[in-house]
């Protein structure tokens, strides 16, 4: 049985689906359990408040923010909704 240990000092990329607008969101936070729920009551956001509710696909854990950011950098600068699904649904880390 294996566990997972969230630490508040820790950088996570995570990826966020929406069955309501067929779309993927990617983000990096130190706590996107957190970023979910603000995503999915957040009505303001031009982005994610359009396509509530978003669902958490994946996470990874990133060395620090500084890797974090470059990971997610790297995802969105892909922008093909097949290689972010593949993403999601592989762990490459």
């Not at 779309?23 to 995503?39: C, M, Q, V």
Request: proline share 2%.
């Amino acid at each position: 049985m294996s566990a997972f240990f969230f630490d508040m000092m820790s950088y996570y990329v995570y990826i966020l689906f929406s069955d309501s607008i067929n779309k993927y969101y990617i983000g990096y936070s130190n706590d996107p359990w957190l970023r979910l729920t603000y995503h999915n009551t957040n009505e303001k956001d031009k982005y994610t408040g359009k396509g509530k509710p978003w669902r958490l696909c994946a996470v990874f854990l990133a060395k620090n923010k500084t890797a974090a950011i470059s990971i997610e950098r790297y995802i969105k600068k892909k922008n093909q909704k097949i290689y972010w699904k593949n993403f999601a649904t592989q762990n490459l880390f």
